[in-house]
């Protein structure tokens, strides 16, 4: 297979030149890669940090390697039956080196395996297979998963969340979670409340949908607290989320900073809001750093390198993963890799 020759509109194409020449994934002789990352959508602030990380690693790569690396971003529109699609589409048309998903629905991705053509496949933030719980490769032409299990930082958050509402009963805490039919904030939520279920004082004041928007999150929160404004907690999946919770909570004349308030993501703003305050942590989470990971795996296989089958995300973050005030006091050169 050879790639000069391809045009893609839209792409990065990084280059330099060098005498080492690359081997494609069919074995001939090469020095370009072609990159697809299917985004489980494009319009999403985190999917277009994992994208950043991918264009950043594969800049870094092409200086260190001396070899063209192009990258294309596609939009799965938080729709199952489109991103299958498209990884169908990029794993048989030979348009495609390797592949890179976020996945939105990863057990319903598994039906794409084995693909068409012999490409490696990286799976970012969850895995692609029936066990949304199961980080190692499941299906035959996945070859990493940059990820931690979503159950992880979801015990987190609700442990952080138990020790918070100590000496209060009732403890009401409400959950404000992404999108309430995809497997992995079903397997979030049921985290949460395997948690705080096992302690009498608390409370779940319920469970509402944020979209991973900041206004879905507003009307959602609003919702909830019409039902109960004596609150004493949330609990998001999103930092983009609770930044909708925490102008909610204003809107009726509660103070964020006087309950307990925690988001996920580690974006500019969360970390901000940490810091002043007016949340009392958040799950730190760096997608930048997953896409370069995740780009890296799939250029060490295409090379015939190692390829590290898991990686780790919160191990990435280098502290915490919750975030509280005093821990972004002590690391203050993190800001955030996104914007929510």
């Given at each position: 297979m050879?790639?000069?020759?391809?045009i893609l509109?839209?792409?990065g194409?990084?280059?330099?030149?060098?005498?080492?020449?690359a081997?494609s994934?069919?074995g001939?002789?090469?020095d370009?890669?072609?990159i697809?990352?299917?985004?489980a959508?494009?319009?999403?602030g985190?999917?277009?940090?994992?994208?950043?990380?991918?264009?950043e690693?594969?800049?870094?790569?092409?200086?260190?390697?001396?070899?063209?690396?192009?990258?294309?971003?596609?939009?799965?529109?938080?729709?199952?039956?489109?991103?299958?699609?498209?990884?169908?589409?990029a794993?048989?048309?030979?348009?495609?080196d390797?592949?890179?998903?976020?996945?939105?629905?990863?057990?319903?991705?598994?039906a794409?395996?084995?693909?068409?053509?012999?490409?490696?496949?990286a799976s970012?933030?969850?895995?692609?297979?029936?066990?949304?719980t199961?980080?190692?490769p499941?299906?035959e032409?996945?070859?990493s998963?940059?990820?931690?299990?979503?159950a992880?930082?979801?015990?987190l958050?609700?442990?952080?969340?138990?020790?918070?509402?100590?000496?209060?009963?009732p403890?009401?805490?409400?959950?404000?979670?992404?999108?309430?039919?995809?497997?992995?904030?079903?397997?979030?939520?049921?985290?949460?409340?395997?948690?705080?279920?096992?302690?009498?004082?608390?409370?779940?004041?319920?469970?509402?949908?944020?979209a991973?928007?900041r206004d879905?999150s507003?009307?959602?929160?609003?919702?909830?607290l019409?039902?109960?404004k004596?609150?004493?907690?949330?609990?998001?999946?999103?930092d983009?989320?609770?930044?909708?919770?925490?102008?909610?909570?204003?809107?009726?004349?509660?103070?964020?900073?006087?309950?307990?308030?925690?988001g996920?993501?580690?974006?500019?703003?969360?970390?901000?809001?940490v810091?002043?305050?007016?949340?009392?942590?958040?799950?730190?989470?760096?997608?930048?750093?997953?896409?370069?990971?995740?780009?890296?795996?799939?250029?060490?296989?295409?090379?015939?390198?190692?390829?590290?089958t898991?990686v780790?995300?919160?191990?990435?973050v280098?502290?915490?993963p919750?975030a509280?005030?005093?821990?972004?006091?002590?690391?203050?050169?993190?800001?955030?890799?996104?914007?929510g």
């Amino acid at each position: 297979m050879k790639h000069t020759t391809r045009i893609l509109a839209g792409i990065g194409v990084l280059a330099l030149s060098g005498s080492l020449v690359a081997c494609s994934a069919d074995g001939e002789g090469d020095d370009s890669y072609s990159i697809i990352f299917l985004a489980a959508s494009s319009q999403n602030g985190y999917n277009q940090a994992v994208y950043s990380g991918i264009e950043e690693r594969a800049s870094q790569l092409a200086d260190e390697l001396g070899i063209e690396i192009e990258t294309k971003i596609q939009d799965g529109q938080f729709d199952a039956n489109t991103q299958l699609s498209q990884l169908q589409n990029a794993g048989t048309t030979g348009k495609a080196d390797g592949i890179i998903v976020v996945p939105h629905d990863g057990p319903a991705l598994g039906a794409a395996f084995p693909l068409g053509q012999d490409i490696p496949v990286a799976s970012v933030l969850n895995p692609i297979g029936p066990d949304i719980t199961e980080m190692e490769p499941q299906v035959e032409g996945v070859i990493s998963t940059v990820a931690t299990p979503p159950a992880t930082g979801a015990k987190l958050q609700a442990e952080s969340a138990v020790e918070y509402c100590e000496g209060i009963d009732p403890c009401k805490i409400g959950l404000l979670a992404g999108l309430l039919n995809s497997p992995l904030d079903i397997e979030r939520i049921d985290a949460w409340k395997s948690v705080l279920g096992e302690h009498d004082n608390i409370k779940i004041a319920g469970t509402v949908e944020g979209a991973y928007d900041r206004d879905q999150s507003l009307t959602a929160v609003s919702n909830l607290l019409q039902g109960d404004k004596d609150i004493n907690g949330i609990i998001s999946s999103a930092d983009q989320q609770t930044m909708g919770a925490q102008i909610a909570l204003e809107n009726a004349g509660i103070d964020p900073a006087s309950i307990f308030l925690t988001g996920s993501g580690g974006t500019t703003e969360g970390i901000k809001a940490v810091l002043e305050g007016t949340w009392t942590n958040d799950y730190i989470n760096v997608p930048a750093s997953m896409g370069e990971e995740a780009l890296q795996q799939v250029i060490n296989s295409l090379q015939g390198e190692k390829v590290q089958t898991v990686v780790d995300a919160d191990e990435l973050v280098g502290f915490g993963p919750i975030a509280t005030k005093e821990d972004l006091e002590a690391h203050p050169d993190f800001t955030g890799e996104w914007n929510g």
